[in-house]
């Protein structure tokens, strides 16, 4: 049976992870790097990186950060952040990136989706949605952290994303984002049951039930979660064998 | 040991050699059917399009060298689309051919009621028969990462090396026979079972 998959998501500037993380075990908690070993060896199913660098030098430091990544690490990886064209996406896959993650290019320009997908095939293409709650069952897309409203409805933008190409949806909830409270189920199944490929839930993980909970009843193909993995709170094996007692198919990890 | 992953310009091939470095491989990316010679371990990778793929690999001419490559029965991998281009041919691109190498089409995943396509993550696969050297120190049922919409559906039953299950359809996930393997999952994004796979495939 197909498995839910655990996503941890590293937040990287400048080649450094940003709000770090404690794992015992590394000489640095902030070299990307060193992390994202760190998350192969707990056997998470995939792993994300968030560029959240904002100049060109910063870029090449993350193509070599993921072309490192890519020599030790052999489960899908992600990198979103700044990818604005087809030959920021080529740059990224050429250096081992597994698929890229596009958001405020998308939305600024929608053939994006479509131009990337003929270029490398939807696999490669991972559409990030921010969305906030507008109202009931009403929820809008943002971009800038969740500062700007693009006036555009989130299941609406998941169909289009869906319709142009794009092989994967990753859905942050604004409201819940660091909140720990828990994922916004409602949005991540309006949004799921809306498109016919997966989606990945984000945003509010404050502990193993949430994820389930997103999975179940949120009908999400895919958890990701930072703080919760980061600072110890629980290992990617931890979540799978809850996941597993709850009879959630996981990919078994070897241990 | 000597590997070489044809670049044919379809997908992302940096995963592959990566995996076969890690494993202390000499591996590279060959473009010329000269570069043959002095290979001992062949590798077809293949991301896209079936029909995309098919024009690609027909322009590289390597289709000729890879068939006698496996007539002569020397070490082939086939990975994903490089999987589905052995067969003779595939309903996502009706007027493109394959290499025949085994007979039988690639189909699409069925409908079904929330079934998502394409068939992206980690499945387990049930060997067809666990004492082919393929599943050498593996559990009874590995778990590898898929990211496919099409599958053959093979018609000689001896050749299939597994099945995985997805939603309420049971596919062909790998083929063998003699020296060839060919999946449909992804070995160099599969960690330990990914890796084991191509260490057993190394060994051939």
């Known amino acids: 049976m197909l498995a839910k998959r655990i996503i941890p998501c590293l937040d990287v500037t400048n080649g450094r992870v940003v709000k770090g993380t404690n794992f015992v075990d590394l000489r640095d908690a902030g070299d990307p790097v060193e992390c994202a070993i760190a998350y192969n060896e707990q056997e998470a199913d995939e792993l994300v990186f968030l560029d959240i660098t904002a100049s060109v030098d910063g870029r090449d430091t993350m193509v070599d950060v993921v072309r490192r990544t890519a020599k030790h690490c052999f489960i899908p990886l992600t990198v979103g952040g700044g990818i604005r064209k087809v030959e920021d996406m080529r740059e990224m896959l050429l250096a081992g990136a597994d698929k890229v993650g596009i958001n405020t290019a998308a939305i600024i320009n929608p053939g994006l989706i479509d131009e990337g997908a003929t270029a490398f095939g939807s696999q490669c293409i991972v559409c990030a949605i921010d969305a906030k709650k507008e109202g009931p069952g009403k929820w809008g897309i943002y971009t800038h952290g969740g500062r700007k409203p693009m006036g555009i409805d989130a299941v609406e933008w998941a169909k289009e994303v869906y319709n142009r190409g794009a092989g994967e949806i990753l859905l942050t909830s604004m409201d819940a984002d660091g909140t720990k409270d828990g994922y916004d189920i409602e949005l991540t199944a309006a949004v799921s049951e809306a498109v016919g490929i997966p989606v990945i839930a984000s945003g509010g993980a404050g502990n193993l039930q949430h994820m389930v909970d997103v999975l179940e009843q949120g009908k999400a193909d895919a958890v990701l979660a930072a703080s919760i993995f980061h600072f110890g709170q629980h290992t990617v094996g931890e979540a799978k064998d809850y996941f597993a007692e709850r009879n959630i198919p996981v990919r078994p990890t070897c241990k | ?204």
């Open chain 2, 1 to 204: 040991m000597k590997v070489g992953i044809i670049d044919y310009g379809a997908g992302n091939l940096q995963s592959v050699l990566n995996a076969f470095h890690a494993l202390g491989a000499e591996a590279n990316l060959i473009t010329t059917p000269a570069e043959l010679a002095d290979l001992t371990h062949l590798v077809l990778p293949g991301q896209g399009e079936f029909g995309d793929c098919s024009r690609k690999l027909e322009a590289s001419g390597m289709t000729q060298p890879i068939k006698d490559w496996i007539t002569a029965d020397k070490p082939f991998l086939g990975i994903c689309v490089g999987y589905q281009l052995l067969f003779e041919g595939s309903e996502e691109s009706p007027t493109s051919k394959g290499l025949g190498i085994f007979k039988g089409q690639n189909v699409k995943f069925t409908d079904e009621a929330g079934l998502k396509v394409p068939h992206m993550g980690w499945n387990g696969v049930t060997p067809q028969n666990p004492n082919l050297s393929m599943w050498n120190g593996m559990s009874d049922e590995p778990y590898f990462y898929y990211v496919h919409s099409y599958f053959p559906q093979a018609e000689e039953a001896d050749v299939v090396a597994c099945v995985t299950t997805y939603g309420n359809q049971t596919f062909h996930g790998a083929v063998t026979r003699g020296n060839l393997i060919a999946t449909q999952f992804h070995p160099e994004k599969s960690q330990h079972a990914g890796l084991q796979l191509l260490k057993n495939f190394l060994a051939l």
